[in-house]
């Protein structure tokens, strides 16, 4: 039977206590002000979605582009595959000759 080698992974995180977690709470409400804007005070920039569909567009064409990369490495992958059991039969056949001729 193999020997189990695997290690199990600790995570580097713990957790909070109770009190450090007050303590955190206390400190972020610290700093809010404590006032609340009102809503029709506040103005957003609005953008057209022409703005945004020249980032969106590049963003498709980067996903198209890395799916036929994907898919070149994959056929390099397998033609490597094929040659290296090719080599590998060629070198138990020579192994085997080898072993045959000392006998």
Request: aromatic fraction near 2%.
């Amino acid at each position: 039977m193999r020997k189990n080698t695997r290690r199990t992974r600790r995570s580097t995180s713990r957790n909070m206590t109770v009190s450090e977690l007050r303590k955190l709470v206390m400190e972020e409400a610290s700093k809010l002000s404590g006032e609340l804007e009102d809503i029709e005070s506040v103005k957003a920039e609005e953008v057209d979605a022409d703005g945004y569909a020249d980032t969106l567009e590049s963003d498709i064409d980067m996903y198209e582009k890395m799916g036929l990369e994907e898919r070149r490495l994959h056929r390099e992958y397998k033609k490597i595959v094929r040659e290296a059991r090719k080599v590998r039969r060629n070198k138990n056949l020579a192994k085997k000759k080898i072993l045959r001729r000392l006998k």
